[in-house]
């Protein structure tokens, strides 16, 4: 009886030993198996890091962060001949599309000549912020469909939303300048159009369009002129 009783004892001891070994041993494979959903997390994260920083780096070369004035584009927007730029605009484009297809906003500064002025007209996707370098100026826009005439000089910030009639014109005795940022930075904007119509300084202006031509030209790169009145 003893005997039998010392058998199953050991019988019992044997079982739990082959129990906890057991318990141990699954306890082992989730660990492991912790470990390699932790490590292929490790690995995810830093291949995701890795591809961050490479796509930083690829921005970096792809547009330049800092634009030195003889890198803009420079551009004579309607001037008087190809050796006078008259009443025309010099444009210089630091930022667009093109150069930076990244950014929010295009970014550039114009020069407005002595007695010139842009047509009424509006963006139905572009809004404009301007800054007034110096010179002086008037800004055209509408409130409640009624025209609004503005004088404008160094430090005067305008505003331009959407779908508002605008424009401007130099009554000074010197170069209206401006800078002003665009938005959003997009394809057939104002930028386009402007580089569509302008010339290089010095170079022969263009007349060829026709009055349809043109509107069309402006319209098919957010630029709506708006209809003159018949009396």
Same mark, same amino acid.
């Given at each position: 009886?003893?005997?039998?009783?010392?058998?199953?004892?050991?019988?019992?001891?044997?079982?739990?030993?082959?129990?906890?070994?057991?318990?141990?041993?699954?306890?082992?494979?989730?660990?492991?198996?912790?470990?390699?959903?932790?490590?292929?997390?490790?690995?995810?994260?830093?291949? /995701?890091?890795?591809?961050?920083?490479?796509?930083?780096?690829?921005?970096?070369?792809?547009?330049?962060?800092?634009?030195?004035?003889?890198?803009?584009?420079?551009?004579?927007?309607?001037?008087?001949?190809?050796?006078?730029?008259?009443?025309?605009?010099?444009?210089?484009?630091?930022?667009?599309?093109?150069?930076?297809?990244?950014?929010?906003?295009?970014?550039?500064?114009?020069?407005?000549?002595?007695?010139?002025?842009?047509?009424?007209?509006?963006?139905?996707?572009?809004?404009?912020?301007?800054?007034?370098?110096?010179?002086?100026?008037?800004?055209?826009?509408?409130? /409640?469909?009624?025209?609004?005439?503005?004088?404008?000089?160094?430090?005067?910030?305008?505003?331009?939303?959407?779908?508002?009639?605008?424009?401007?014109?130099?009554?000074?005795?010197?170069?209206?300048?401006?800078?002003?940022?665009?938005?959003?930075?997009?394809?057939?904007?104002?930028?386009?159009?402007?580089?569509?119509?302008?010339?290089?300084?010095?170079?022969?202006?263009?007349?060829?369009?026709?009055?349809?031509?043109?509107?069309?030209?402006?319209?098919?790169?957010?630029?709506?002129?708006?209809?003159?009145?018949?009396?």
């Amino acid at each position: 009886m003893l005997k039998t009783k010392k058998n199953i004892k050991v019988i019992k001891l044997a079982a739990i030993t082959t129990l906890f070994i057991i318990v141990q041993g699954c306890g082992e494979i989730v660990n492991k198996s912790d470990k390699k959903e932790d490590s292929v997390t490790a690995l995810s994260l830093n291949e /995701n890091e890795a591809s961050h920083i490479h796509d930083n780096s690829t921005h970096s070369h792809t547009s330049k962060r800092i634009v030195k004035p003889e890198d803009a584009q420079q551009l004579w927007i309607f001037p008087e001949r190809k050796d006078k730029l008259g009443s025309g605009g010099l444009l210089q484009i630091y930022m667009d599309p093109d150069s930076h297809p990244e950014a929010s906003s295009g970014f550039s500064k114009y020069e407005l000549g002595v007695g010139g002025a842009l047509p009424e007209h509006k963006h139905n996707k572009t809004e404009e912020i301007a800054y007034f370098l110096s010179g002086t100026g008037i800004v055209i826009s509408y409130e /409640n469909d009624k025209r609004k005439e503005t004088i404008v000089k160094e430090g005067y910030v305008w505003y331009t939303a959407p779908g508002e009639w605008h424009s401007f014109q130099n009554i000074g005795k010197e170069p209206l300048r401006l800078v002003f940022a665009t938005v959003p930075n997009a394809k057939h904007g104002l930028l386009d159009f402007f580089k569509n119509v302008g010339v290089e300084p010095g170079t022969e202006p263009s007349n060829s369009l026709s009055a349809e031509e043109f509107a069309k030209l402006a319209s098919d790169n957010d630029l709506i002129l708006k209809p003159a009145k018949i009396d």
